[in-house]
């Protein structure tokens, strides 16, 4: 029995050319990346201007807020000519009235200061002592535990005197703090979410656009296969020019390789001639007819060499797809006029095909099945089948087979 596999051809890189290169980034994991990048800072800048915008808007209702607290205190308060300070009203903001409610109001002259009943027992900073008219609003920083407003007023005496005045409002900043860091928690939680579904849109948007090159790959692909010739398909007008100039390069080496082999087979047929003539006048060259036999021998297997190896040189760039079926037919017929007595059985899958040269196929068949036929005991069996990615040709008969220690040369010629 002998037998043969064909392996899919794989291409070879040599290590030295690819040693200390690294390996290339795919398109996709690129545009991943630039984009996801892009994303990255761009809602990060918005998630800073968001959260600046809203620690502004809070700060400037705080201010508006403590200003209303310092008018409703400004219409009850009374200074007497010696500057102490009375309230007179009634304080209508429950935080003023509740001992360290986070709401304190200060308000002083040169001689007295007074406090709202919220401050009792609360330790509150100086009030600083603007001029009158002047206004300043301040937030905390660093460890400041407060957002304060103060006022410098003048108080009209009925004597026309005039004694100068300042109020201090003050709220804690544990409020507004635990406010900001609601919206942080709530902008971020928003802006990951935002990230993640533009993330997933930015897949999918990268997937359907590299979709005609993955299409471009299945059409190689196919043509190493032998199931196609050319790239076949609708893609996109960016990618046109690829695909016809590979179109035309396939085109192209098709062409010059009937060329060539039509050039080599011109060849062939013209040293054939002036050939046979030689060695037809050999038996007239006397005693140098053996050298001349011997030359013509050279000549003539140098010329079939040297077809062989252009004939190998000139593979396809696609693979053809030659259905094996018929060709073990093709040659069981031409075998059987010269071997009567053989017979030949095949058992091979009709839809199997060979992805190559038809005329590699041919050969290799017919010099194993000849052999088969010429040293077996008359009973011939070819088969064929797929293993994974490999194709399993055998040819069995019921010869005596090869003797072992002619194994390891039955390969050579």
């Given amino acids: 029995m002998a037998g043969v596999t064909v392996s899919p051809w794989r291409k070879r890189v040599n290590p030295a050319l690819t040693a200390g290169k690294k390996r290339p980034v795919s398109l996709r994991l690129r545009l991943l990346a630039g984009g996801g990048l892009f994303v990255l800072v761009a809602l990060l800048l918005v998630g800073y201007a968001l ?38 009203g009634e304080i209508n903001d429950p935080q003023l009235g509740i001992p360290g409610s986070g709401l304190y109001i200060q308000a002083a002259t040169s001689t007295d200061i007074w406090k709202s009943p919220s401050a009792m027992g609360v330790e509150l900073p100086d009030v600083p002592q603007l001029n009158p008219g002047q206004s300043e609003f301040s937030v905390p920083s660093g460890d400041g535990h407060w957002y304060q407003l103060v006022n410098g007023v003048v108080w009209e005496l009925n004597n026309n005197a005039e004694v100068p005045m300042w109020v201090m409002v003050l709220e804690q900043r544990s409020a507004a703090d635990a406010n900001i860091a609601s919206f942080r928690h709530g902008l971020f939680r928003w802006l990951g979410g935002t990230a993640l579904l533009l993330l997933l849109t930015q897949w999918l948007l990268i997937r359907w656009a590299l979709q005609p090159l993955s299409e471009i790959s299945d059409s190689v692909a196919a043509i190493e296969a032998g199931d196609a010739s050319q790239l076949d398909g609708s893609f996109p007008q960016e990618l046109r020019p690829l695909t016809e100039n590979i179109n035309l390069l396939l085109a192209s080496e098709e062409r010059n390789r009937k060329q060539y082999r039509h050039d080599l087979d011109a060849l062939a047929h013209g040293l054939k001639t002036p050939l046979a003539i030689i060695s037809a006048s050999q038996d007239d060259a006397g005693s140098g007819g053996s050298v001349i036999q011997s030359a013509l021998n050279d000549m003539q297997e140098l010329i079939s060499r040297h077809l062989e190896v252009a004939t190998l040189s000139t593979r396809r760039l696609h693979a053809q797809r030659v259905n094996i079926a018929t060709q073990v037919e093709r040659l069981s017929g031409s075998l059987k006029t010269i071997y009567p007595h053989v017979i030949i ?58 003797p072992a220690e002619q194994v390891d040369s039955i390969f050579h010629r």
């Fill in 51 to 88: 959260e600046r915008s809203f620690i502004h808007a809070t700060e400037e209702t705080l201010s508006q807020r403590l200003n209303v607290y310092f008018y409703h205190v400004l219409a009850n308060l009374e200074v007497d000519t010696s500057g102490k300070i009375s309230f007179n």
């Fill in 345 to 402: 059985q095949t058992q091979i899958d009709p839809e199997l095909v060979f992805r190559g040269d038809e005329r590699d196929l041919l050969e290799l068949l017919g010099n194993l099945m000849e052999n088969a036929c010429k040293y077996g005991g008359g009973k011939v069996v070819v088969g064929a089948s797929v293993d994974g990615s490999s194709l399993q040709i055998e040819v069995e008969d019921n010869g005596p087979g090869i």
